[in-house]
């Protein structure tokens, strides 16, 4: 299913990269639901992804971002249950790989493997030069787009 955006760019400036990863969004493939995860709001700038990943170890699993982009990977050690025949297998522990698409200026904080859950702590930390500031009326120096002063 995809979605069209161009209504939007009719009131919008600067939101073209909000509208790809959107679009990207709504192509990910649903029935891909392995591992499970939430992903919570802890605080007003604190973000927490938990994985459910039972049975891989803390060497089986990797935790990466690259532009913007975090990446929780597990992979089995070869050859664990050597001599065992599995009658029946009902706990997943085949391979996976999940992405998870991070706002601007949103920071890994850190890791833990606590019963079979990975806890992954992530902190948006915006630059004082994004926060909000007032704007003064009738400030004495008006400068336009093109770098002209003008008089207030």
Do not use: C, W
């Not at 979605?3 to 969004?25: I, K």
Request: hydrophobic fraction near 40%.
């Amino acid at each position: 299913m995809r979605f069209d955006f161009s209504p939007l760019f009719r009131s919008t400036v600067g939101f073209d990269r909000l509208f790809d990863t959107l679009d990207q969004v709504s192509q990910y493939d649903a029935a891909q639901s392995y591992p499970p995860y939430n992903i919570e709001r802890t605080s007003e700038n604190a973000y927490r992804v938990t994985v459910a990943v039972a049975g891989f170890a803390e060497k089986d699993l990797t935790v990466e971002v690259r532009d913007g982009v975090l990446t929780v990977a597990g992979k089995h050690e070869a050859a664990q249950s050597e001599g065992k025949s599995v009658l029946y297998q009902g706990i997943a522990g085949r391979a996976f790989e999940r992405r998870f698409q991070l706002a601007d200026h949103v920071e890994v904080r850190g890791a833990k493997l606590e019963n079979g859950l990975l806890h992954i702590a992530l902190e948006q930390i915006v630059p004082e030069e994004k926060k909000p500031r007032r704007i003064a009326i009738n400030a004495p120096e008006l400068k336009t787009i093109e770098g002209q002063a003008k008089a207030a």
